[in-house]
């Protein structure tokens, strides 16, 4: 297996044991070959884009970011009818 690649706030001491069938083994090593990205790396860029999906926020920066759009004072008003 490759070494954990460190990023800019990563914690070396956060692991998970997760169990794929052969299937979606295979297919994740033939991709990770083909894009000459580590497990690491595609799992990190899955992980990311799910979480992205959900609009789950990753960062302090972006939760910030996050929490002044939910106020409904930034959402424009409905025009009332008269």
Known sequence: MCPKR??????????KLIAFDAEIW?????????????????AEEAFADLLKKHR????????LKESLRRQAANDPRPKRKT
Not at 26 to 42: C, N, T
Not at 56 to 63: E, I, M, N, S
């Open 6 to 15: 460190l990023g800019k706030g990563s914690d070396p001491g956060r692991r």
């Open 26 to 42: 295979h297919a994740l090593h033939l991709l990770s070959r083909d894009s000459l990205k580590s497990l690491q790396e595609l």
């Open 56 to 63: 789950r926020p990753v960062t302090l920066k972006q939760a």
